[in-house]
């Protein structure tokens, strides 16, 4: 039997995942869809040929009967209240990064899933499942690098939308490297400092871009990502991992090389949906399958809110251009 799956918020990362789950992943259904903006929800449906119910607002859809799980895909400010929703409701519930905005939002939600007593959450960080990510922690944990000293990343993106601000190069660009960081790792952060070069001129005036963030690990690992959202020519992902006695890093996409006009040249991807597809797919796949067999696996709550208080103290950091301490409290014994 396939899973049935109501979908909150049919945007860019919602209509992408309304497809895979209905064309691409197995023993999955949408039969359930909303967003705010309702003509959207339903051209979504119409333009997947799909048979689901279009409902009046993310909440209506958590309470039906239909519905045995949600996936949440709406803006990042409305998430806390749909994933609090579905676990009171007792359904399991794949949340897109950021699971909440703010560390104490966060907090709500790991408090809710503890004291329902199973886990229901899995959190749409999907770079763990990217195999150059896997590949690339394989070579660290194995010692044939010794450990590591220092990380050097960069996250870029071409160019990003009017209403994307400064603290959301924070909260919803860096949030995966904090995320997917800690896990190659297998370490936490204690401080974090931010800077920032001189702007681009691509840049929107409210936006202030590049930003480089330095993180400090609780083993002393020195880790610099640059965020550059209006770096014009590519969805760029870097990261270098520098060991004691080896350097690592994270391979580009397979891409052809093409010998032609007197250049020798790889394309460079432009959209964050196709450097990512296949990882997308691995991590709703092991969601539904997860559910089915009634074991929600993959990044966790706890995981959301340890990347949302590295996330505070980076935006208070934005603000005093001091280095700002990063305190996880610790963790529950109901997370491994
Ligand atoms: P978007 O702006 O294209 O779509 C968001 C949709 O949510 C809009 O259609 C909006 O009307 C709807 N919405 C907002 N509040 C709502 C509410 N209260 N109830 C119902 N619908 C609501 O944004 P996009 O790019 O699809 O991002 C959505 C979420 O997915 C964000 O949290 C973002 O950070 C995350 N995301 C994750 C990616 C990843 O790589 N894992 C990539 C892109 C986005
Ligand atoms: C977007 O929401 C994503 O999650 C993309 O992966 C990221 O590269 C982009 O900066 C975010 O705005």
């Known amino acids: 039997m396939s899973l049935k799956?109501?979908?909150?918020?049919?945007?860019?990362?919602?209509?992408?995942?309304?497809?895979?789950?209905?064309?691409?992943?197995?023993?999955?259904?949408?039969?359930?869809v909303t967003d705010i903006n309702l003509e959207q929800a339903a051209q979504a449906v119409a333009d997947l040929q799909l048979s689901a119910e279009v409902y009046a607002d993310g909440h209506a859809l958590i309470q039906s009967a239909q519905v045995e799980a949600v996936l949440v895909t709406s803006w990042?400010?409305?998430?806390?209240?749909?994933?609090l929703a579905a676990i009171a409701a007792g359904k399991p519930v794949f949340c897109e990064k950021p699971l909440a905005v703010t560390a104490?939002?966060?907090?709500?939600?790991?408090?809710?899933?503890?004291?329902?007593?199973?886990?229901?959450v899995q959190v749409g960080f999907m770079r763990p499942y990217d195999q150059g990510y896997q590949d690339l922690k394989a070579v660290i944990d194995s010692g044939q690098i010794g450990e590591p000293l220092m990380l050097h990343c960069a996250h870029r993106n071409p160019t990003v939308g009017e209403n994307y601000t400064t603290g959301m190069a924070i909260t919803d660009t860096l949030i995966h490297e904090l995320d997917v960081l800690r896990w190659l790792l297998a370490d936490d952060y204690v401080s974090v400092q931010v800077v920032f070069p001189r702007k681009a001129s691509k840049a929107l005036s409210h936006?202030?871009?590049?930003?480089?963030?330095?993180?400090?690990?609780?083993r002393g690992t020195r880790i610099d990502v640059e965020v550059f959202v209006n770096c014009q020519y590519g969805y760029d992902i870097q990261c270098e991992v520098v060991g004691e006695t080896g350097i690592a890093k994270l391979p580009e996409p397979s891409q052809v090389q093409l010998r032609s006009g007197a250049k020798l040249s790889t394309a460079i991807l432009m959209?964050?949906?196709?450097?990512?597809?296949?990882a997308y797919?691995?991590?709703?796949?092991?969601?539904?399958?997860?559910?089915?067999?009634?074991?929600?696996?993959?990044?966790?709550a706890w995981d959301g809110f340890a990347a949302a208080v590295a996330a505070d103290a980076c935006i208070e950091a934005q603000g005093s251009g001091q280095i700002v301490a990063v305190s996880l409290p610790q963790r529950p014994a109901f997370y491994g």
Do not use: M, Y
């Open 76 to 83: 990042g400010p409305s998430h806390e209240e749909f994933v």
């Open 271 to 278: 959209d964050w949906k196709d450097r990512f597809i296949a």
């Open 281 to 300: 797919d691995v991590e709703l796949q092991a969601f539904i399958d997860g559910v089915r067999a009634g074991q929600v696996g993959g990044p966790s």
């Open 207 to 218: 936006l202030r871009d590049p930003q480089i963030v330095l993180l400090e690990t609780a």
């Open 5 to 32: 799956l109501g979908v909150i918020g049919t945007g860019a990362i919602g209509r992408d995942h309304i497809r895979r789950c209905s064309q691409t992943l197995l023993n999955s259904q949408v039969v359930a």
């Open 104 to 120: 104490q939002g966060c907090r709500n939600i790991v408090e809710a899933e503890v004291a329902h007593g199973k886990r229901l």
